[in-house]
T-cell receptor, first 110, second 113 residues
Framework: DAKTTQPPSMDCAEGRAANLPCNHSTISGNEYVYWYRQIHSQGPQYIIHGLKNNETNEMASLIITEDRKSSTLILPHATLRDTAVYYCIVRPLGYDKVIFGPGTSLSVIP | DVKVTQSSRYLVKRTGEKVFLECVQDMDHENMFWYRQDPGLGLRLIYFSYDVKMKEKGDIPEGYSVSREKKERFSLILESASTNQTSMYLC????????????FGQGTRLTVV
């Protein structure tokens, strides 16, 4: 079973920040939180990942709560091209499975 | 800059045919994965491999088998294709360490008629 829960869908106005939440209450101390997105008919694309500290790259920011039980992916200025399904996963170490949940379908509205 | 390559983007096969889906990665990754994706069901893990000749079943292995004879290549085999195996198939690879991302291929859309 996926170790994360996300809302099934969200809307965001173009140009505004999109905040996508994820709960991972059973995360282990040495497991990373990863975010991917999938635009229709393409393979999933890596966005960002983190362990404890907040992270930022050219695509997004990742905010992880102090207890690590939840996180938020922030797209600071959403565009129509950000319309996609966003997956939050907990990345196991070693040779374990990588399990995807259903993700959040983000619609960016003009 | 291609890292994970799937042999076909679109494939049409007949019921009962033996089908091979091929995946090659050029990053020397230990782990490789096969998923299928259907509307409303997300990505479901079929099989994964953590080393040459090593494999483990995922959540939906029935009707599939895999082969990993070389580190860079992971094949998904449909022994006798059926219409309910019509789907998008995605291959991925990763290192065992948790701090690096998995890379995905562009997918193979298989239609069984």
């Amino acid at each position: 079973d996926a170790k994360t829960t996300q809302p099934p869908s969200m809307d965001c106005a173009e140009g505004r920040a999109a905040n996508l939440p994820c709960n991972h209450s059973t995360i282990s101390g040495n497991e990373y939180v990863y975010w991917y997105r999938q635009i229709h008919s393409q393979g999933p694309q890596y966005i960002i990942h983190g362990l404890k500290n907040n992270e930022t790259n050219e695509m997004a920011s990742l905010i992880i709560t102090e207890d690590r039980k939840s996180s938020t992916l922030i797209l600071p200025h959403a565009t129509l091209r950000d319309t996609a399904v966003y997956y939050c996963i907990v990345r196991p170490l070693g040779y374990d499975k990588v399990i995807f949940g259903p993700g959040t379908s983000l619609s960016v509205i003009p | 800059d291609v890292k994970v390559t799937q042999s076909s983007r679109y494939l049409v096969k007949r019921t009962g045919e033996k089908v091979f889906l091929e995946c090659v990665q050029d990053m020397d990754h230990e782990n490789m994965f096969w998923y299928r994706q259907d509307p409303g069901l997300g990505l479901r893990l079929i099989y994964f491999s953590y080393d040459v000749k090593m494999k483990e079943k995922g959540d939906i292995p029935e009707g599939y088998s895999v082969s990993r004879e070389k580190k860079e290549r992971f094949s998904l085999i449909l022994e006798s294709a059926s219409t309910n195996q019509t789907s998008m198939y995605l291959c991925a690879s990763s290192t065992p360490e948790g701090y690096t991302e998995a890379f995905f291929g562009q997918g193979t859309r298989l239609t069984v008629v």
